[in-house]
Protein backbone atom coordinates (compact mmCIF):
# COMPACT_ATOMS: atom_id res chain seq x y z
CA UNK A 1 0.00 0.00 0.00
CA UNK A 2 3.07 2.38 0.53
CA UNK A 3 3.43 4.93 -3.15
CA UNK A 4 6.63 5.16 -4.92
CA UNK A 5 7.79 7.58 -6.92
CA UNK A 6 10.12 8.42 -9.28
CA UNK A 7 13.86 10.22 -7.94
CA UNK A 8 16.92 11.32 -9.34
CA UNK A 9 19.41 10.56 -7.46
CA UNK A 10 23.18 12.35 -7.80
CA UNK A 11 26.26 10.45 -6.38
CA UNK A 12 29.61 11.78 -4.93
CA UNK A 13 30.87 9.57 -7.86
CA UNK A 14 29.71 11.91 -10.01
CA UNK A 15 27.40 9.56 -11.55
CA UNK A 16 23.28 10.67 -11.65
CA UNK A 17 20.65 7.80 -11.66
CA UNK A 18 16.99 7.50 -11.33
CA UNK A 19 15.36 5.24 -8.93
CA UNK A 20 12.31 4.77 -7.02
CA UNK A 21 11.62 6.14 -3.38
CA UNK A 22 9.24 5.50 -0.66
CA UNK A 23 6.99 9.05 -0.46
CA UNK A 24 4.23 7.44 1.24
CA UNK A 25 4.34 4.60 4.47
CA UNK A 26 1.11 3.49 6.07
CA UNK A 27 2.67 2.11 9.30
CA UNK A 28 -0.10 -0.46 9.64
CA UNK A 29 -0.72 -1.98 6.01
CA UNK A 30 3.14 -1.76 5.55
CA UNK A 31 4.47 -3.57 8.16
CA UNK A 32 7.79 -3.95 6.18
CA UNK A 33 8.38 -0.61 5.32
CA UNK A 34 8.11 0.41 8.80
CA UNK A 35 10.85 -2.21 10.11
CA UNK A 36 13.05 -0.80 7.48
CA UNK A 37 12.31 2.84 9.17
CA UNK A 38 12.92 1.37 12.89
CA UNK A 39 15.73 -0.68 11.19
CA UNK A 40 17.82 2.33 9.25
CA UNK A 41 17.16 0.69 5.87
CA UNK A 42 14.27 2.79 4.85
CA UNK A 43 14.87 4.58 1.61
CA UNK A 44 18.56 3.42 0.63
CA UNK A 45 19.94 2.93 -2.65
CA UNK A 46 22.88 1.64 -4.34
CA UNK A 47 24.38 3.99 -6.89
CA UNK A 48 24.38 2.16 -10.23
CA UNK A 49 28.18 3.29 -11.18
CA UNK A 50 30.32 3.16 -7.97
CA UNK A 51 27.99 0.84 -5.72
CA UNK A 52 28.19 3.24 -2.93
CA UNK A 53 25.07 3.38 -0.68
CA UNK A 54 23.06 5.99 -0.19
CA UNK A 55 20.31 7.14 2.00
CA UNK A 56 18.31 9.05 -0.03
CA UNK A 57 16.87 11.27 2.80
CA UNK A 58 13.74 12.42 0.92
CA UNK A 59 10.56 13.91 2.75
CA UNK A 60 7.76 11.22 3.22
CA UNK A 61 4.49 10.68 4.81
CA UNK A 62 4.01 8.07 7.66
CA UNK A 63 0.66 7.18 8.55
CA UNK A 64 -0.56 5.06 11.18
CA UNK A 65 -4.41 4.30 10.97
CA UNK A 66 -4.21 1.88 14.27
CA UNK A 67 -2.59 4.76 16.23
CA UNK A 68 -3.91 7.67 14.41
CA UNK A 69 -0.54 8.90 13.71
CA UNK A 70 0.11 11.21 10.95
CA UNK A 71 3.49 12.00 10.47
CA UNK A 72 5.69 13.91 7.86
CA UNK A 73 9.16 13.28 7.89
CA UNK A 74 10.82 16.34 6.65
CA UNK A 75 13.81 15.00 4.58
CA UNK A 76 17.78 16.52 3.68
CA UNK A 77 16.23 19.06 1.82
CA UNK A 78 13.74 20.33 3.28
CA UNK A 79 15.25 20.56 6.65
CA UNK A 80 18.01 22.80 4.84
CA UNK A 81 14.91 25.13 3.67
CA UNK A 82 14.04 26.00 7.27
CA UNK A 83 10.59 25.38 9.23
CA UNK A 84 7.66 23.55 7.51
CA UNK A 85 4.69 24.74 8.19
CA UNK A 86 2.35 22.16 9.45
CA UNK A 87 -0.67 22.67 7.56
CA UNK A 88 0.57 22.87 4.06
CA UNK A 89 1.88 19.55 4.24
CA UNK A 90 -1.66 18.69 5.70
CA UNK A 91 -3.35 19.75 3.00
CA UNK A 92 -1.06 18.53 0.40
CA UNK A 93 -1.02 15.04 1.82
CA UNK A 94 -3.86 14.31 4.20
CA UNK A 95 -6.09 11.61 2.63
CA UNK A 96 -9.30 11.82 4.88
CA UNK A 97 -10.16 11.49 8.67
CA UNK A 98 -7.95 14.09 9.25
CA UNK A 99 -9.41 15.21 12.62
CA UNK A 100 -8.81 12.22 14.71
CA UNK A 101 -4.70 11.84 14.17
CA UNK A 102 -2.10 13.64 15.40
CA UNK A 103 -0.42 15.45 13.14
CA UNK A 104 3.15 16.49 13.45
CA UNK A 105 6.22 17.66 11.54
CA UNK A 106 9.96 15.10 11.85
CA UNK A 107 13.09 16.50 11.23
CA UNK A 108 13.97 13.26 9.35
CA UNK A 109 14.71 9.81 10.54
CA UNK A 110 15.67 10.90 14.46
CA UNK A 111 13.10 13.27 14.45
CA UNK A 112 10.56 10.56 13.89
CA UNK A 113 12.12 8.09 15.89
CA UNK A 114 11.45 10.77 18.68
CA UNK A 115 7.82 11.21 17.77
CA UNK A 116 7.15 7.10 17.46
CA UNK A 117 9.17 5.90 21.06
CA UNK A 118 6.44 8.22 22.56
CA UNK A 119 3.18 7.48 20.24
CA UNK A 120 3.65 4.11 19.54
CA UNK A 121 2.50 2.10 21.98
CA UNK A 122 4.66 -0.91 20.91
CA UNK A 123 7.65 0.99 21.28
CA UNK A 124 6.75 2.76 24.25
CA UNK A 125 6.94 -0.02 26.14
CA UNK A 126 9.36 -2.55 25.04
CA UNK A 127 11.61 -0.72 23.29
CA UNK A 128 12.76 2.19 25.47
CA UNK A 129 13.98 -0.49 27.72
CA UNK A 130 15.79 -2.29 25.31
CA UNK A 131 17.35 1.07 23.90
CA UNK A 132 18.61 1.58 27.67
CA UNK A 133 20.43 -1.65 28.18
CA UNK A 134 22.11 -2.88 24.95
CA UNK A 135 25.08 -1.50 24.25
CA UNK A 136 25.65 1.59 23.02
CA UNK A 137 28.51 1.82 19.73
CA UNK A 138 31.15 4.60 19.39
CA UNK A 139 32.20 5.24 16.11
CA UNK A 140 34.73 8.10 15.48
CA UNK A 141 34.26 10.19 11.92
CA UNK A 142 35.73 13.10 10.47
CA UNK A 143 33.60 15.32 9.36
CA UNK A 144 33.43 19.11 9.87
CA UNK A 145 30.14 18.93 12.29
CA UNK A 146 31.20 15.85 13.86
CA UNK A 147 34.00 13.77 15.81
CA UNK A 148 31.78 10.97 15.82
CA UNK A 149 28.20 8.77 16.75
CA UNK A 150 27.28 6.69 19.65
CA UNK A 151 24.46 4.89 17.77
CA UNK A 152 21.64 3.19 20.30
CA UNK A 153 20.11 0.01 19.64
CA UNK A 154 17.00 -1.57 20.74
CA UNK A 155 15.70 -4.56 19.45
CA UNK A 156 13.26 -2.75 16.87
CA UNK A 157 15.30 0.12 16.40
CA UNK A 158 19.01 -0.08 15.02
CA UNK A 159 21.22 2.49 14.47
CA UNK A 160 19.83 5.51 16.16
CA UNK A 161 22.68 7.60 15.54
CA UNK A 162 23.26 10.53 17.80
CA UNK A 163 25.85 12.66 16.82
CA UNK A 164 28.81 13.84 19.02
CA UNK A 165 29.15 17.03 17.35
CA UNK A 166 32.32 18.75 17.48
CA UNK A 167 30.38 22.66 18.27
CA UNK A 168 30.44 20.77 21.59
CA UNK A 169 34.23 20.88 21.78
CA UNK A 170 34.59 24.13 20.56
CA UNK A 171 37.45 26.35 22.39
CA UNK A 172 38.78 22.62 24.23
CA UNK A 173 40.09 20.76 20.88
CA UNK A 174 43.86 21.40 21.32
CA UNK A 175 45.10 19.86 18.01
CA UNK A 176 46.73 17.03 20.07
CA UNK A 177 44.66 13.75 18.68
CA UNK A 178 45.65 11.73 21.80
CA UNK A 179 43.80 14.34 23.76
CA UNK A 180 41.41 15.20 21.59
CA UNK A 181 40.28 11.31 21.46
CA UNK A 182 40.09 12.12 24.87
CA UNK A 183 37.43 14.56 25.02
CA UNK A 184 35.34 12.36 22.28
CA UNK A 185 35.37 9.73 24.97
CA UNK A 186 33.79 12.12 26.98
CA UNK A 187 31.75 13.77 25.32
CA UNK A 188 30.33 10.30 24.53
CA UNK A 189 30.05 9.11 27.82
CA UNK A 190 27.75 12.23 28.43
CA UNK A 191 25.64 11.79 25.37
CA UNK A 192 25.12 8.18 26.48
CA UNK A 193 24.22 9.30 30.37
CA UNK A 194 21.54 12.03 28.73
CA UNK A 195 20.44 12.19 25.25
CA UNK A 196 16.70 13.03 24.15
CA UNK A 197 16.01 9.46 23.00
CA UNK A 198 16.90 7.54 26.17
CA UNK A 199 18.71 8.62 28.84
CA UNK A 200 20.22 6.98 31.71
CA UNK A 201 19.04 9.18 34.46
CA UNK A 202 16.51 8.77 37.14
CA UNK A 203 13.17 11.13 36.64
CA UNK A 204 14.09 12.81 39.97
CA UNK A 205 17.78 13.30 38.26
CA UNK A 206 16.08 14.46 35.31
CA UNK A 207 13.85 17.12 37.25
CA UNK A 208 16.96 17.96 39.08
CA UNK A 209 19.07 18.50 35.99
CA UNK A 210 16.34 20.56 34.59
CA UNK A 211 16.24 22.85 37.26
CA UNK A 212 19.91 23.14 37.46
CA UNK A 213 19.48 24.19 34.22
CA UNK A 214 17.55 26.78 34.15
CA UNK A 215 18.48 28.25 37.22
CA UNK A 216 22.08 27.85 37.90
CA UNK A 217 23.54 27.47 34.62
CA UNK A 218 20.61 29.71 33.22
CA UNK A 219 22.42 32.11 30.38
CA UNK A 220 24.60 29.65 28.69
CA UNK A 221 22.83 29.05 25.59
CA UNK A 222 21.83 25.75 23.73
CA UNK A 223 19.53 22.72 24.74
CA UNK A 224 19.71 21.07 27.79
CA UNK A 225 21.39 17.64 26.17
CA UNK A 226 24.24 20.03 24.63
CA UNK A 227 24.47 21.81 27.46
CA UNK A 228 24.48 18.92 29.50
CA UNK A 229 27.53 17.51 27.51
CA UNK A 230 29.63 20.14 27.61
CA UNK A 231 29.38 21.03 31.17
CA UNK A 232 30.38 17.43 31.72
CA UNK A 233 33.34 17.30 29.82
CA UNK A 234 34.11 20.39 31.60
CA UNK A 235 33.83 18.69 34.60
CA UNK A 236 35.90 15.95 34.19
CA UNK A 237 38.68 17.75 32.47
CA UNK A 238 38.75 20.99 35.26
CA UNK A 239 36.44 19.99 37.84
CA UNK A 240 37.60 23.27 40.21
CA UNK A 241 35.81 25.44 37.06
CA UNK A 242 32.78 23.64 37.69
CA UNK A 243 32.92 23.94 41.75
CA UNK A 244 33.48 27.45 41.68
CA UNK A 245 31.34 28.25 38.93
CA UNK A 246 28.03 25.63 39.45
CA UNK A 247 28.57 24.12 42.99
CA UNK A 248 24.92 22.42 41.87
CA UNK A 249 25.97 21.55 38.97
CA UNK A 250 29.31 20.03 40.62
CA UNK A 251 27.00 18.15 43.40
CA UNK A 252 24.69 16.72 40.84
CA UNK A 253 27.64 15.27 38.79
CA UNK A 254 29.74 13.93 41.72
CA UNK A 255 26.55 11.90 42.11
CA UNK A 256 25.76 10.96 38.73
CA UNK A 257 29.44 9.78 38.28
CA UNK A 258 28.70 7.52 41.20
CA UNK A 259 26.43 5.81 39.21
CA UNK A 260 26.47 2.33 37.47
CA UNK A 261 26.72 2.95 34.18
CA UNK A 262 23.74 0.89 32.63
CA UNK A 263 24.55 1.25 29.06
CA UNK A 264 28.32 0.07 28.09
CA UNK A 265 30.00 2.01 25.39
CA UNK A 266 31.54 -0.37 22.60
CA UNK A 267 34.34 1.82 20.79
CA UNK A 268 34.19 0.62 17.29
CA UNK A 269 37.62 0.83 15.51
CA UNK A 270 37.78 2.52 12.01
ZN1 LIG B 1 28.57 6.52 -7.20
Redesign the pocket.
Known amino acids: MGLKFPYEIS?????T?QTELWEYVFADRDPDLRTSILFGNFNLVS??????G?DADISYLYRDEKNKLWIWVCGAKERKAGPTEKSERISGYFLDDQRNYQKHIAQGRNGLLYILLKEDPELKEKEINALKTNPAIRILVDNQENCGYLFLTGNKIKNLALPLSSQLLRGRLSGSKAEENGLVDLLGEAVNLHNRFSSLLSQNSIHKWQDLFQNEIGAVTGDEYETFAQMWVDFKIDNEKIRFNFPGTYRFFQRIEQMPSIREIVVHQN
Not at 11 to 15: A, D, E, F
Not at 47 to 52: I, V
Open positions: CSCGSFCSSCGAL
